[in-house]
């Protein structure tokens, strides 16, 4: 029997997996992954389809449960943690289908998850009145991610990127030390693009330092322009690791992600 890995300090490593693998009857989406995301980075995960981005970020926040291998989370190992205490340790996480109430505004929507850390927690058969008090900060949340204006309408009629931006800010409520982004830019258009890697910057910092930001996007020029390290997958293992300078050299990366005749 593999024995548990010790807990080491707090370093400049917040995320790691070791040996981590997922197999689902016979096919391996993860394999034997060391992944290792350094504090206070923007660190993206690309790869072709079906190189096993996503459930890389279901184990990493224990919606799926690993065949063997460790997560570790500030030298913790969480390996066994249920996601709502994932989510306690610090670790927020958006999804590629926006999860949103959609007959909710967007204010409720983020005082919704504001009442999470608030004592007492959910207060759905209270007056409206004892809401008043996270006005104000639900209200910084959408101003931070450009939706002030659009508070008071329903999120299911948001425009696609403003749902997206309003994914971002319920996360946020929650005050992630880590948050994990599963292609964010999907289906958006140019502005909402350019809008959105400008909020995914501004996401990364934080009163008190610099949030730690994965994510999963197939946009290279905005992982280009955002990351400071990236990780290429392939078949569920990591094909190439380092700068977007790096990644865009290596020729097995071109070969695979790529295609072979880019640069």
Do not use: C
């Not at 990493?60 to 205490?85: E, M, N, R, Y």
């Not at 790096?246 to 695979?256: K, S």
């Amino acid at each position: 029997m593999t024995d548990a890995p010790t807990v080491v300090p707090i370093t400049d490593v917040v995320l790691e997996t070791r040996g981590l693998t997922k197999s689902f009857r016979g096919f391996t989406a993860v394999r034997d992954l060391d992944f290792t995301v350094r504090r206070g980075t923007i660190h993206a995960l690309i790869g072709p389809n079906g190189a096993g981005k996503t459930t890389v970020f279901n184990l990493l926040t224990k919606f799926l449960a690993p065949t063997s291998g460790h997560i570790l989370h500030d030298g913790v190992d969480i390996t066994a943690a249920s996601p709502a205490a994932i989510a306690r340790r610090g670790i927020g996480r958006s999804f590629q289908i926006s999860a949103t109430f959609p007959h909710l505004t967007a204010l409720e929507n983020v005082r919704v998850a504001l009442q999470r850390r608030t004592p007492g927690r959910f207060h759905f058969w209270r007056p409206e009145s004892t809401l008043a008090a996270l006005n104000d900060r639900a209200l910084a949340l959408l101003a931070e991610v450009g939706l002030e204006a659009r508070a008071q309408e329903p999120a299911g009629t948001l425009p696609y990127g403003a749902k997206k931006a309003l994914e971002i800010a319920t996360t946020l409520a929650l005050d992630p030390d880590v948050l994990l982004l599963d292609e964010p830019l999907a289906g958006m258009g140019r502005e909402d693009v350019a809008r959105t890697a400008a909020l995914i910057r501004r996401t990364a910092q934080k009163e008190n330092g610099r949030r730690t930001v994965v994510m999963v996007e197939h946009n290279l020029g905005v992982v280009a322009d955002l990351s400071d390290r990236i990780t290429v997958l392939q078949r569920g293992e990591i094909l190439a690791e380092g700068s977007y300078a790096d990644i865009a050299a290596d020729r097995a990366v071109r070969e695979a992600y790529m295609g072979t005749g880019h640069a």
